[in-house]
């Protein structure tokens, strides 16, 4: 893809995402993730049932009256988008592409957080960690992650979701928001998923293609698999087969909504052909009115 090309893409993206995030999103993320931190904001006079451990000593003994220091919740957000780049991504049998759709929900999120004055930061993982972009603020920067997203071109195609939770523990000390933005076609995350769950905030958005769930019925086919590379022959005519896959899936499901309920994380699974807006504001709804 030519240089043009690119920026012809971010272009049309961020047009796309910075208003759906002015429009519908600031408003819902801005209730729905809030900062942990307090940071000092004045002092007042005392008043009946104020907690005693606030009180300025200093100022209490410089006036002669007992004054409290007045704490506020600090805004400013860390967000981190840990954004799977493996081969399964690249496979769509309708509207569009996982990798595609990940891409536009990242850039929303992205111009979200800075409308917020969110610092930024993007972690792209495939078996291994790929590039890791520090966070920061501003437009520039997320222009940056989007033409990354666009155009970034993985060393390798397995997953390892272990390995890239493990390293956002690592790297990013302050607690933070994290959108794992996965196809999830992995296991034996499940230790990672709860570290990490601990010490930040963590939202698993699933992307999927409806057609991976169930084999069509059009006699025999060749499939490749796109991670590790191995071509099969698939006799899809068969029933028995047909029926094998579907709850091969179906255990995969289940082993996923498993795994975020026990480590007590946000998780929406949305597909290639669906409107990725109304299931993003109902988990926004759903987190705001837990607060």
Known sequence: MDTSEIFKKVRKIEIKSRGLSNQIFSG???????????????????QYGDDIRNIDWNVTARLNHPFVKVYEEERELTVILLIDVSGSNEFGSRQRFKQELMTEIAAVL?????????????????????????????????????????????KHSNTNIAEALRFFTNAIKKRSIAFLISDFEDQGFDKALEVASRKHDVVALRVYDEREDQLPNIGLVEAKDPET????????????????YANMRKHHQRYLRDVFTRCGIDNISIHTAQDYVPPLIRLFQIRERRK
């Open 28 to 46: 819902e993320y801005h209730s729905s993730f809030k900062g942990k931190g307090m940071e000092f904001s004045e002092v007042r006079e005392y």
């Open 110 to 154: 992205a111009f979200s957080a800075i409308s917020n004055n969110d610092k930024v930061g993007v972690i792209f993982f495939s078996q291994g960690i790929e590039k890791f972009i520090p966070p920061k603020k501003g437009t520039t920067h997320i222009l940056r992650i989007i033409r990354e997203l666009i155009d970034f071109k993985p």
């Open 229 to 244: 590379g191995e071509i099969t022959w698939i006799d899809t005519s068969n029933s028995q087969i047909r029926e094998r």
